[in-house]
Nanobody
């Protein structure tokens, strides 16, 4: 059974940092496109950033995180991370990892492109 899960959420003060992790069971993230999404209370889910299966291409879906969030894979290709720096109260929300197949140097930030989703991890930014 294919499953995706996230970890690393928590509560942090404005200006702080968190690193979220995405991992899979039943399959490897290697050879898959991975994206991070966020859903804030009362708002629609938004695609933040994605990484291609080749690791050569990333694309930001949300301008507000472009200079503060970075997506990456570990060397074993079994995990994908989202490094979040200079967190702001408006970054509060539930963060989801999403995965789909597809080789090559492309990824997108539309939710309907992804087949497997984690349950999400909560991030709260407040003073």
């Amino acid at each position: 059974q294919f499953q995706v899960a996230e970890s690393g959420g928590g509560s942090v003060q404005p200006g702080g940092s968190l690193r979220l992790s995405c991992f899979a069971s039943g399959f490897s993230l290697a050879g898959h496109r991975v994206a991070w999404f966020r859903q804030a209370p009362g708002k629609e889910r938004e695609g933040l950033v994605c990484i291609s299966s080749s690791n050569s291409y990333t694309q930001y879906g949300t301008r507000s995180v472009r200079d503060r969030f970075v997506i990456s894979r570990d060397h074993s290709l079994k995990m994908v991370f989202l490094q979040m720096d200079d967190l702001k109260p408006e970054d509060t929300g539930r963060y989801y990892c999403a995965v789909t197949g597809g080789l090559g140097s492309y990824c997108g930030n539309a939710g309907d492109e992804y087949d497997w989703w984690g349950q999400g991890t909560q991030v709260t930014v407040s003073s």
